[in-house]
């Protein structure tokens, strides 16, 4: 059975940084594209940034630059390194299986709040 497990979210300031976590079971992150999707208040889902199989990485381009996407394939875990926060990255975050996508399993989220 594919689990995910987010965590990591938090209350920032604006320009605060803050590292999400993914703890994955039931399969090999190393064997799969990961994607991070988000949800803010009243809206659907974002895709955010994606890991394809060999390594390649993408990003939306409203956090191009200021996030970045890494797993730990001994660790089974996928991270999201969130810098420069701005209010408008305020969300649910979720980890999900596959490149550029919102759709897929996904964990119970993180919430992130990005306020002064």
């Known amino acids: 059975e594919v689990q995910l497990v987010e965590s990591g979210g938090g209350l920032v300031q604006p320009g605060g940084s803050l590292r999400l976590s993914c703890a994955a079971s039931?399969?090999?992150?190393?064997?799969?594209?990961m994607s991070w999707v988000r949800q803010a208040p009243g809206k659907g889902l974002e895709w955010v940034s994606s890991?394809?199989?060999?390594?390649?990485?993408r990003y939306a381009n409203s956090v191009k630059g200021r996030f970045t996407i890494t797993r730990d394939h001994a660790k089974n875990t996928l991270y999201l390194q969130m810098n420069s926060l701005k209010p408008e990255d305020t969300a649910v975050y979720y980890c999900?299986?596959?490149?550029?996508?919102?759709?897929?399993?996904r964990g119970q989220g993180t919430q992130v709040t990005v306020s002064s």
């Open positions: 890991i394809s199989y060999g390594e390649s990485k």
């Open positions: 999900t299986q596959g490149f550029v996508t919102v759709k897929g399993p």
């Open positions: 039931g399969f090999s992150i190393s064997n799969s594209a």
